[in-house]
């Protein structure tokens, strides 16, 4: 029997990725437990440049500097040489792309890296991209897909977004016929959150697939598993991780852990308790 290898499993950072590392090394020392990585859901809020800011984040970041954390790791900082020093911090970030991100930068970095399943984005090489329709294998085992994007057919279609953002069919395509254990999504497959909205398209690809797990983000609210039948897969919304909370602490249900060993996992969120003691006031030294 192999040993388990242990991820934390975040909801839409925006901009907030040293608070996720910071958190994960805690949880680790916390719980004794070494960690593999963290998956990311997508709107990690990847904006390498101030200038190319799309409007909700310019308007978040005017009252919350959280918003342009990824400043802080695609080039030197000590905020970002104080978190990763850390003994219990994990090796890296896996990611899928959401719809309030830097496509432009995001598809030049996948472009340099073609061959690759997955491709650093910041100066650490800390934080990974997964391909748009590619599997990523990880520690223990684990097969790892990533869809970019947003649904682009329904009626409930964004429309003030860059074409980029929204789902491709190419990329679902690309999965229907590849062995992975499971997919990080931004959107929802369809009804997995609310009736009548998602992607049908992921819902598909499921139903074909057959993966173990889904998460997802883009939605408001607190996380938690869809009771939507998706053929035996287990989907999972992944709320916020914004550290809005009351008195600034971590949302319940932004935040999981998956055990994966011997090609089976088990997943459930961070217990809520604990989630409250880690704030956007204590987070750069819990």
Not at 226 to 243: K, L, N, P, Q, R
């Amino acid at each position: 029997m192999s040993t388990a290898s242990t991820y934390l499993v975040f909801g839409d950072l925006h901009g907030r990725v040293l608070p996720a590392f910071r958190l994960a090394s805690a949880w680790a020392r916390d719980h004794e437990t070494p960690l593999a990585g963290i998956l990311q859901v997508g709107d990690l809020g990847y904006f390498p440049d101030i200038s190319r800011l799309d409007k909700a984040t310019i308007r978040h970041a005017k009252d919350d500097p959280l918003e342009l954390g990824v400043l802080d790791v695609t080039q030197p900082s000590e905020s970002a040489d104080a978190v990763f020093a850390e003994p219990t911090c994990p090796p890296g970030l896996w990611f899928t792309a959401g719809n309030h991100e830097d496509f432009a930068e995001l598809e030049r970095f996948a472009h340099a890296h073609a061959r690759q399943p997955d491709f650093p984005v910041d100066h650490y090489c800390m934080v990974n991209g997964i391909q748009d329709g590619e599997v990523a294998p990880l520690a223990g085992g684990v097969r790892v897909a990533a869809v970019w994007g947003i649904d682009g057919v329904e009626e409930s279609r964004r429309k003030r977004v860059p074409s980029r953002a929204y789902i491709r069919e190419s990329a679902v395509h690309r999965l229907a016929v590849q062995p992975f254990d499971m997919l990080l999504c931004h959107d929802a497959p369809f009804g997995a959150k609310r009736p009548q909205y998602g992607s049908r398209h992921l819902q598909a690809l499921i139903e074909v697939a057959s993966p173990k797990f889904v998460f997802f983000g883009h939605y408001k609210g607190e996380g938690g598993q869809s009771d939507v039948d998706f053929g035996g897969a287990t989907v999972c919304h992944m709320g916020g991780f914004e550290m809005r909370g009351r008195d600034g602490t971590a949302e319940a249900g932004s935040v999981g852990v998956l055990t994966w060993a011997d090609g089976r996992g088990e997943f459930e969120y961070l217990d809520p308790a604990w989630l409250a003691s880690f704030t956007r006031h204590n987070w750069r030294w819990r």
